[in-house]
């Protein structure tokens, strides 16, 4: 409320109390035990006088604080309310990055980028070796921030590059002659396709195109409560473990194009989420077929 609007408080008109005596009662002849009534006249005997009454007045209390306000001591709420009064933000929103200083960094691996610094966080995309990120130049554990879509994202620090990996010219492949992965029927019969996701499907024909000795793979096993049964994994047999290396190998350089999520070999796990740590050692589950010495599993989007 405003200075010109406040209203100070009313003065009453002193009140006069008038304070009288206690009457007093007759006293009891010795030996009565009758009460005393009052019969609502005033003993004149008793009643004190009007001459020797007190007066007392009630002066309702001056203000706590009389003293001048100054230009210093007067706020405006709406200064105060300044902050307070803006739009108010989205927790749940992912906020446009301001406009802010960065430099250009080059990919030298393909890299995840997440939503925080670590892996704790939330996967959006992989980017390309040799592509080119701008980063602000925090790093918070190994983890840079970078802008990418126009929010802040981050990367592992690690695979980041002041200059550009030199492009591979070397155009020769182990593939088909245009240079890419085999989409063909495989020649030793595709019967394995049945319920596989298109991810799979490309994961078998790639593999037997490049890896004809090997003719025994499995996919769908229905009721399995992991990615066999839903389409999206294939065992892949081989003869030798170093045919096994060889398509771990294959399948891990050509996963974006495959859709691959995760590969699973000889004890050992590689995962998208995971790539900068590499393959990682798994626990032992007893046997050379749980511990996938005697195939390579493959797991796809």
């Not at 690690?158 to 245009?178: A, I």
């Not at 030793?188 to 396709?193: A, D, K, N």
């Not at 294939?234 to 050509?254: C, L, R």
């Not at 050992?268 to 511990?291: C, L, P």
Request: aromatic residues 6%.
């Amino acid at each position: 409320m405003s200075a010109g609007r406040h209203r100070g408080a009313k003065r009453r008109k002193p009140r006069r109390l008038l304070i009288l005596g206690a009457l007093t009662a007759a006293a009891l002849t010795a030996g009565d035990a009758s009460g005393v009534i009052w019969s609502g006249e005033p003993d004149s005997s008793t009643t004190p006088s009007a001459e020797s009454a007190e007066e007392y007045s009630v002066v309702a209390p001056s203000s706590p604080d009389t003293r001048t306000r100054t230009d210093d001591d007067r706020v405006s709420r709406s200064d105060e309310r300044a902050e307070l009064d803006s739009e108010p933000l989205d927790a749940g929103a992912t906020h446009v990055a301001p406009a802010i200083a960065t430099k250009p960094r080059f990919l030298t691996e393909d890299l995840n980028v997440w939503t925080g610094p670590g892996e704790d966080n939330t996967l959006l995309t992989v980017l390309d070796e040799g592509a080119k990120i701008q980063a602000t130049g925090r790093v918070v554990d190994g983890w840079a921030e970078v802008v990418y879509n126009d929010k802040l994202r981050w990367v592992n620090a690690e695979y980041l590059s002041t200059e550009k990996p030199e492009e591979d010219t070397d155009t020769d492949t182990d593939t088909d002659p245009s240079g890419g992965l085999s989409d063909a029927p495989c020649a030793s019969g595709s019967e394995v396709e049945d319920g596989l996701v298109a991810n799979g499907i490309a994961v078998h024909r790639a593999v037997c195109a490049e890896f004809p000795e090997v003719t025994t793979y499995y996919g769908l096993r229905p009721g399995d409560d992991g990615e066999h049964g839903t389409g999206q994994a294939i065992d892949i047999m081989i003869p030798d473990s170093a045919t096994g290396d060889a398509i771990a190998d294959f399948v891990q350089d050509n996963y974006q194009a495959l859709g691959v999520s995760e590969i699973l070999w000889s004890q050992h796990i590689w995962t998208v989420e995971r790539m900068s740590e590499g393959w990682r050692w798994m626990e032992d589950r007893g046997s050379d077929t749980a511990n996938h010495y005697d195939h390579v599993h493959v797991t796809v989007y």
